[in-house]
């Protein structure tokens, strides 16, 4: 079966265990929500999945071919992307370069990565930002513009890491919606990293929910609500910023 898939993944800073025996599945056209509390280590998984942080334990592989122990740019060609949280565009660059800069290290012309930057800025909807500089752009445009660069050379999945993260209501409805489409319209399979725990029940197929570095739950959304080991993972960090999330799951 086709998917990115994780098996009894671990990984260890110092003896301070982040993930511990992480079973993961996402499958293409398919969107999988990653939620948790603060510190259950999604972010870290997402490392793992991309390359940029080695496990300790456990394997990633993809269509059953190993991943682990590739880097972060043979990932991306064996067509798995990513964003992420602090967007980390190229600000002194024009919005199409950010895009066509990311097709040519995949291997394409500069005419080809060009025309693949300009139809993704059309497809996602913001070919009017193409030759803004990308410093100079608000927080949303800025959010879709590294999505649809981590979407440059057609990847299989891609990893969306805290991608709603600062923004309005509306805003993350629009959100939502792309990352919607990026499923159904390009059978990409979606991994979601959200605090917003909302926008995951709503959108997701197929959530897991880590703690403390460990999946305690994974389900449909309903299954998800009705969790009492979600409602104690989140109540167990009774912070403030966690009241709307016992809301969302009441």
Same mark, same amino acid.
Request: proline letters at 5%; glycine letters at 12%; aromatic letters at 4%.
């Given at each position: 079966m086709s998917q990115l898939s994780t098996d009894k993944l671990s990984v260890a800073f110092a003896g301070l265990k982040a993930l511990s025996d992480v079973d993961l599945a996402i499958k293409p056209g398919q969107i999988t929500g990653l939620i948790g509390p603060n510190g259950a280590g999604k972010t870290t998984l997402v490392n793992v999945?991309?390359?940029?942080?080695?496990?300790?334990?456990g394997a990633v592989s993809m269509n059953g071919t190993a991943l682990t122990g590739l880097k972060p740019h043979q990932i991306r060609r064996k067509g798995i992307a990513r964003t992420f949280q602090g967007g980390r565009l190229f600000r002194d660059l024009?919005?199409?370069? !950010? &895009?066509?800069v990311t097709g040519v290290g +995949?291997?394409?012309?500069?005419?080809s990565a060009r025309a693949e930057a300009a139809a993704m800025l059309d497809w996602?909807?913001?070919?009017?930002?193409?030759?803004?500089?990308?410093?100079t752009l608000p927080y949303t445009d800025e959010r879709r513009v590294a999505i649809g660069r981590a979407l440059i050379g057609k990847p299989a999945y891609i990893l969306l890491d805290e991608p709603a993260a600062g923004m309005s209501g509306p805003e993350a409805a629009e959100l939502s919606a792309l990352i919607k489409r990026i499923a159904t319209e390009m059978g990409c399979?979606?991994?979601?990293?959200?605090h917003n725990v909302g926008l995951v029940l !709503? &959108?997701?197929?197929?959530?897991?929910? +880590?703690?403390?570095?460990?999946v305690i739950e994974t389900g449909p959304p309903d299954a998800i609500r009705s969790s009492e080991k979600v409602r104690h993972a989140y109540m167990g960090t009774a912070a403030e910023t966690n009241l709307p999330v016992l809301e969302v799951l009441a």
């Amino acid at each position: 079966m086709s998917q990115l898939s994780t098996d009894k993944l671990s990984v260890a800073f110092a003896g301070l265990k982040a993930l511990s025996d992480v079973d993961l599945a996402i499958k293409p056209g398919q969107i999988t929500g990653l939620i948790g509390p603060n510190g259950a280590g999604k972010t870290t998984l997402v490392n793992v999945l991309t390359g940029f942080q080695a496990p300790t334990g456990g394997a990633v592989s993809m269509n059953g071919t190993a991943l682990t122990g590739l880097k972060p740019h043979q990932i991306r060609r064996k067509g798995i992307a990513r964003t992420f949280q602090g967007g980390r565009l190229f600000r002194d660059l024009p919005v199409i370069d !950010n &895009l066509e800069v990311t097709g040519v290290g +995949l291997g394409q012309s500069r005419a080809s990565a060009r025309a693949e930057a300009a139809a993704m800025l059309d497809w996602i909807g913001i070919s009017a930002l193409q030759n803004r500089i990308a410093g100079t752009l608000p927080y949303t445009d800025e959010r879709r513009v590294a999505i649809g660069r981590a979407l440059i050379g057609k990847p299989a999945y891609i990893l969306l890491d805290e991608p709603a993260a600062g923004m309005s209501g509306p805003e993350a409805a629009e959100l939502s919606a792309l990352i919607k489409r990026i499923a159904t319209e390009m059978g990409c399979g979606v991994l979601l990293i959200e605090h917003n725990v909302g926008l995951v029940l !709503n &959108l997701c197929d197929h959530i897991v929910v +880590l703690d403390s570095g460990m999946v305690i739950e994974t389900g449909p959304p309903d299954a998800i609500r009705s969790s009492e080991k979600v409602r104690h993972a989140y109540m167990g960090t009774a912070a403030e910023t966690n009241l709307p999330v016992l809301e969302v799951l009441a």
